[in-house]
């Protein structure tokens, strides 16, 4: 007879062996910090974003962990709603891969989910990022903002316990809502999901007033920014498409900035990187989303091809792998900012 406990401890080793030879599986949420709270994650445009209550994110650079199996990473604050208790960072390390949860799907009305009386399940890490676990739940108060969840009476681990802030509550597989408070160990509030998009839809979406997006480029050289073309030079680390930063007043329209790499044949291109150094007095805004552009065809032949349109990070760079595109030209296109009150500021182009 096999004795319990070898029987246990078999059944262990095929959980973690099967968990190491499956591909890592996506994640949405991860614990701040040391259980300080939680961090929701979503994609958008190429980056991975961790929200959050404003009073889990103590400092402006966190670290998080994501459970089976455990995965790291870490956040930078770049924006911050304290009258809403909530921020956003950007999200940097091996959790990045695990981070798939599209931005945009948080922009559903749940107001037909929040008014029937099924009952939804609070998802949170436990022990240090070991496992997650939901514990059952009902909506008993919903307004424009917020509703409020009682747990089950049924469940022993259905206490809601500290470090439950940003922990989400699920309707089925719908993410409703983030923790933000508690009255006791049954009863929880939370902002919901659809509330969360619209304060930082603004921001993340290039959306606003100061962010058209679609008008007309006017060919105009005398402008600086609506267009600059020129020879790009060699340099140790391939091709420095910008000797100069190059700055300009935002307007609210799209501005090219055109780079030639050859007058004659294609050459081979693996990447390219955009950067803008932080400057410590915020006097200069990046680029947000950077549409890009290469020109694959002949001299007397052009043909633009596009690439991506992917968000430079909130921190200043953008890094796009072409896979040996073979181009005679380069073009930006930059659609929106992140401060649109501020300078635009592109320090470095380069192209290896």
């Keep these: 007879m096999v004795h319990t406990t070898m029987i246990k401890k078999l059944v262990a080793t095929a959980i973690l062996t099967c968990l190491t030879m499956q591909p890592l599986l996506a994640v949405e949420l991860a614990l701040v ?45 770049f924006h911050r709603l304290p009258g809403e208790d909530l921020a956003i960072a950007y999200v940097e390390g091996e959790l990045t891969a695990r981070c798939t949860r599209s931005w945009n799907d948080l922009r559903r009305d749940l107001n037909p ?6 009952r939804g399940g609070l998802s949170r890490i436990q022990f240090d990022g070991q496992f997650i ?3 059952e739940a009902t909506i008993i108060d919903a307004d424009e903002r917020n509703f409020v969840i009682v747990t089950s009476d049924r469940w022993s681990s259905a206490e809601i316990m500290s470090g439950v802030s940003g922990a989400v509550f699920y309707l089925g597989s719908v993410p409703a809502g983030i923790a933000q408070t508690s009255a006791d160990t049954s009863h929880a509030k939370f902002v919901r999901m659809d509330r969360v998009f619209d304060a930082f839809a603004e921001i993340l979406g290039g959306s606003g007033e100061e962010h058209p997006g679609q008008q007309a480029i006017i060919a105009d050289d005398a402008k600086l920014g609506y267009r600059v073309t020129g020879q790009v030079s060699h340099g140790a680390h391939g091709m420095l498409g910008l000797s100069d930063a190059f700055s300009y007043r935002w307007t609210g329209a799209p501005v090219e900035i055109e780079f030639t790499l050859s007058n004659d044949l294609p050459v081979a291109l693996n990447r390219i990187i955009v950067e803008t150094d932080p400057r410590p007095d915020n006097s200069v805004t990046f680029p947000q989303q950077v549409k890009i552009s290469v020109d694959v065809g002949q001299p007397t032949k052009p043909y633009w091809r596009d690439l991506v349109a992917s968000d430079m990070t909130p921190l200043g760079n953008l890094e796009v792998k072409t896979g040996q595109t073979h181009a005679r030209r380069v073009k930006l296109r930059i659609n929106s900012v992140w401060h649109p009150e501020r300078p635009v500021q592109i320090d470095r182009v380069t192209f290896e």
């Design 33 to 77: 910090g040391a259980e300080q709270g939680h961090a929701f994650l979503v994609r958008h445009r190429g980056n991975c974003y961790a929200v959050m209550p404003d009073h889990v994110a103590v400092r402006d650079h966190l670290p998080l962990v994501a459970a089976l199996p455990q995965t790291s990473g870490m956040a930078q604050v």
């Design 113 to 118: 989910l929040l008014t029937s009386k099924d």
């Design 133 to 135: 676990d939901r514990a």
